[in-house]
């Protein structure tokens, strides 16, 4: 894995008050977090939940106690 993440942004078409931007971003990973962050994290600034499948699932269970459940 490279210790960056480069990300390239351009100016919408017909937009003249931005610029063609370049980044190139660290890689950091508290011990704590689950994942890096990836190039939608740092470059959009939207985060993806990073929960395990189970602890997300559960979550939704108790808090959507009345929604029936698939059963397979």
Same mark, same amino acid.
């Given at each position: 894995?490279?210790?960056?993440?480069?990300?390239?942004?351009q100016a919408p078409k017909g937009d003249a008050s931005?610029?063609?931007? !370049?980044?190139?971003?660290p890689l950091h990973k508290d011990v704590q977090t689950l994942? #890096?962050?990836g190039a939608m994290e740092?470059?959009?600034?939207v985060y993806v939940n990073p929960l395990l499948p189970? !602890?997300?699932?559960?979550?939704l269970r108790d808090a959507l106690?009345?929604?029936? #459940?698939?059963?397979t």
């Open positions: 894995m490279p210790p960056y993440l480069i990300n390239v942004m931005h610029h063609l931007r !370049i980044e190139l971003v994942k #890096r962050p740092l470059g959009l600034g189970e !602890i997300a699932a559960g979550m106690p009345g929604v029936r #459940r698939c059963r």
